[in-house]
């Protein structure tokens, strides 16, 4: 650890019974120079100030910080740890007082388990002039006292100012989230034990009583050396810097089924780098070891951890581990998980681990305590596997054959991680990744077994659904469709929604009651129908009741990242065809499904692409939560649906029926697309376990036709609010064969293109490859900072300007064409035109002032280091997907009398945010570009959004641009952080710049 030396001042003053604190130190600090804290603690307020000064940065604040809560669980524990030290602070006492005559000196005082208390004496043995914190024969602190500290009865009037909050107005911590632009100051007493220790014994309501005159005194004293690690971070831990290293280790698991097991993994071992396996269940007297080569990642991991390899670990907080105080160090791993470090600052080897934990969205998931740490020397190894353990290539007929060893990473996402950054990544993140593996042993070796959904009572999830076309002649064509899904598997209920989107855009409601159906279809200028029947004729055993269990029937492939988390991979075939196969990621960690693929088939050895791909967005797995917008109107008694009843007969003409047996397969029947989600759910809910067969059945076989196509029938009771059609809905034909799927989301797409709407794709739809808008732009959009946005209002000086853009996602390229007029008298209209084109690495950007005095320049700039193309896979990312809706509900679109728009939020740093207005064709409408740093907004409203192809020529520079001759800018590493291509090309350029630019 850098030494640290300071100077300062402390006074103390027990009047009435009550401490007080105030302390002055000065330090040098390697990051902001000189740098003056002068902290003023009072227990009768229960408050404490912070003084900061640092010259370099030109920083003076002044923050109020209410004492540390002695309730806290935190601080409950740290406090048995203080009334352990008080007693030894006594101890010691009475032994000193007894032979304190006899010698000219003063015993250590134990302070930590592992650490003492030195005092320093004068010659005479009649002063105290020092302190030292010492452990073993290393001096971890020393305090000098210059002088004879001045003492008395009562604070002398002239010095009573001292103890009293400073004369400036100081702010509450949490009315100062970030003290400085430049400096992050967070509560003093966070980043010293010895302060917040101190802290919390002034809180008690008798503190010299409880806590004995000396024992504070003593804490105080042994402040100062802390100033340093006040003003800034402690340098963290570099334990890749030491070379070979070793450690054991133990951790909280499990006893896992196949009983108490060894396991020794060996990467990258002997002359060919393999990995070898050696696995030992004493139990059952059984070994095997086996070798095999070592295991690619896959694009999606390895950029994963790519993204996160290059952050350093960072100060987090101090905690108490084994009776020692330690700094905490936190880095991300990949996947948004997080590992927390234990270290011990103090110690002879700062850069050892006492702990680590990996984090997970606020969850703890795995513990491992390092309980004896070697370097140097003291390793020995080798990566060559002993004879004993008679290894074998890849041999999978040995007596551990069940285990499947030589999978095992495929068990272990963490294992994948740490295998490959050991191979390729930097030894400092390898060392953290293979923390987060020594805990994770019995998943290593035991497959995850299938969740017994059919136990639970309840669930509830909303998802997308893809429907993929593997038609012959339809690639590459789907269907996106959206909804919720609520079971009630005890009383047999269930609430879906299935929504299509689009110029012809669909909506079914679902209700099921014991044995009742009801749909209701929403049609764009057809209004609302429904229709309900009966069930009794085409119910299958176990309809209502506990699903049957399928413990047996799913087959585990692996851990597979879905997303940001890791899930266990089952693969369902149905034994007698009656249903597709189901592919069913599950994650442990957080009791959710992820996702499902539906329809995957095995086509001369070898496995087609899923029909349906259904992506579980959120997942409760307790609780029967049918209450959505939607679903209003079926959450009470079937009797008082408001729908008109109708026989289970699809020849008498209902547009809603379930058909019996195959005929859903066998002939040629027209369904609404949402229906095609419904009927996946019911094929994979009733395959994973989580539907009983019945109800699942009736799912999979659900026909829901236009209600428009055909006139609904005369018979039954209840009213229908069917009126004339404005837009015929699109229709699908489940063909005969596996094409079914295919053909209905081909005949949605051409009703959709029959349409003639532009914008035709939503702008949330993962399918969106292109868009093209012009615009109308205000900036400021408030006229004056911090005034109320309006579009149409005139307050203050404005720039506006008027333009176009288009953008192909799939080649990363854009088109960008801006005007401005009447900026100044001299300067009539400026006009903008922006080229950039990732497979060429470059940027063009060309200026034509109009005026007076003309100018004409084409600007080049190299793009390929600062704006890299993302791995995305086939499709192109929407960037619009990583918005969230603000839940403000519609509103008027500004500058409009009756358009309706929802507000959806991202964020491009902390500074930069973006609102996206979408209105009801899932059109973009409006952008508002938001920096919260000088509360300025720019305000931009769309015309003729479309989502059709851009022609190529608009990509391409032409002969008026005069760009023979351009000028090259040496500022390229500033364009990720453009508005423009942050919001619609976003890219994982480096960050950190702290000037913008907007084209």
Known sequence: MPHRAGEGELWLSFEDGLPRLRLKGIAHSPRFGLGEITIVADSATQFMYAEVKLDELHEDSCIKYPFPKAAAPENAQRLKRLRWRRDQVMKWQVKEALHWNSGLSLTPMNWTSSHSLEFMLSDDAQQVTGVRLVSGSRVVKAVHLKGVPERGDHVPEAARSKFSPPERDCKLFSEVPDPSARVELKQPHRKSSALNDLLLMMTSSEPVKEWTQLYLIMSALILPGDVAVMLEDPAPPHPERLGPIAFDYSDPQLQVTVGPLEIDIIARGGKEGMIYANVNLEAED????????????????????????????????????????????????????WIHIWVDMEADNPDAFLRSEIHHKGKVLRTTDVLRWRTGEDVTMSLRPPPSWGCTKNNMAGQLAHLDIANMHKNSIQLQDALWAFRELPPAFALREMLGVTGDVAVIVEVPKLPQLWELPAATFTYSLDLALTGEGLQGLSSFITGSFAVDIQQGKIRATAISKGPAAV??????????????????????????????????????????????????????????????????????????????????????????????????????????????????????????????????????????????????????????????????????????????????????????????????????????????????????????AATVAPVVHTAPAAAAAAAAAAAAAAAAAAAA????????????????????????????????????????????????????????????????????????MVETKVVYKAEQGRLWARTRVIGAQSFEQCWSIRTAEVLPV?????????????????????????????????????????????????????????????????????????????????????????????????????????LAHWDLIQVFLPTDAPGGMEDTQRL
């Open 507 to 724: 909506t079914i409601t679902l209700a099921i009651d014991p044995l009742v159906l009801a749909v209701r279809v929403e049609e764009i200028g057809s209004g609302s129908h429904c229709l309900m029947l009966s069930l009794e004729d085409v119910s299958a055993p176990n309809f209502v009741g506990k699903p049957n269990p399928v413990v047996d029937k799913g087959a585990f492939e692996g851990v597979e990242p879905i997303g940001d988390g890791e899930c266990n991979h089952f693969r369902f075939f149905s034994p007698n065809g009656e249903y597709e196969s189901v592919d069913f990621w599950y994650s442990e960690e957080e009791h959710g499904v992820c996702q499902l693929d539906v329809g995957l088939r095995r086509v001369e050895n070898r496995l087609t692409p899923p029909a349906a791909r259904i992506n579980i967005n959120t997942w409760d797995e307790k609780n029967y939560k049918p209450e959505v917008p939607l679903t209003k109107g079926f959450n009470v008694d079937p009797d008082f649906w408001d729908c008109t009843h109708v026989s289970n007969d699809p020849t008498s003409g209902p547009w809603l029926y379930v058909s019996k047996g195959h005929d859903l397969l066998e002939e040629d029947i027209q369904v609404l697309p949402p229906v095609l989600a419904l009927q996946k759910l019911g094929e994979s809910l009733g395959q994973v376990g989580l539907l009983p067969h019945g109800i699942a059945k009736a799912l999979s076989r659900l026909v829901v036709k236009s209600p428009t196509a055909r006139p609904l029938p005369s018979h039954g009771h209840g009213s229908s609010q069917a009126q004339p």
């Open 286 to 337: 059984e070994h095997q070891c086996i070798s095999y080569e070592y295991p690619e990642l896959n694009d999606h991991s390895r950029d994963a951890l790519l993204d996160v390899s290059g952050v350093e670990l960072s100060f987090f907080s101090i905690s108490e581990l084994r009776g020692e105080d330690c700094g905490i160090f936190i880095a991300p791993l990949a996947r948004d998980r």
């Open 757 to 828: 709407v532009v914008g035709d794709v939503d702008v949330f739809s993962p399918l969106l490859k292109a868009f093209t808008f012009s615009f109308s732009s205000t900036y400021p959009l408030q006229g004056r900072p911090g005034d109320s946005s309006a579009y149409a209002s005139s307050l203050g000086h404005r720039g506006r300007g008027i333009g176009e853009v288009r953008v192909d996602l799939v080649g990363r390229r854009l088109y960008m064409r801006s005007e401005a007029r009447n900026i100044s008298s001299g300067l009539p």
């Open 870 to 974: 993302p791995a995305y896979g086939d499709l192109p990312r929407n960037p619009f997907l990583r918005a969230k809706n603000s839940g403000s509900g519609k509103r008027v679109l500004p500058g409009t009398e009756r358009d309706l728009v929802q507000k959806y939020v991202l964020f491009l740093d902390e500074n930069r945010r973006v609102e996206l207005l979408v209105d009801d064709r899932q059109a973009l409408a409006a952008i508002n570009l938001d920096h919260l740093d000088r509360d300025i907004t720019a305000g931009v409203l769309l015309h003729d959004w479309s989502t059709a192809p851009v022609n190529e020529e608009w990509f391409e520079i032409g002969d008026d641009w005069n760009c023979k001759d351009p000028k090259y800018i040496d500022y390229a590493e500033q």
